[in-house]
């Protein structure tokens, strides 16, 4: 199953890269990235994530991370 995200996300050194790094070890494999300013400090993010696993505890997680601001299930 393909499950899209929305996630606004801090315009910070190595933000992306650790949002993807936390996608793929909680074992969710991204097959879709958009990202896109919104403001000069914020940028959004489309993410789609091949999971098998509830979509649930990667949004919990997510969250957790000190970049990211807000994280809406899209599908």
Request: charged letters at 25%; aromatic letters at 2%; a positive charge.
């Amino acid at each position: 199953m393909i499950a899209s995200l929305t996630i606004q996300l801090a315009r910070t050194e190595g933000a992306l890269v650790r949002l993807l790094g936390l996608v793929e070890r909680r074992g969710f494999v991204p097959v879709r990235l958009t990202a896109e300013p919104l403001d000069a400090q914020v940028q959004t993010v489309h993410i789609g994530v091949v999971c098998e696993r509830p979509l649930e505890r990667l949004i919990h997680q997510l969250n957790k991370l000190y970049d990211v601001l807000h994280v809406e299930r899209t599908t």
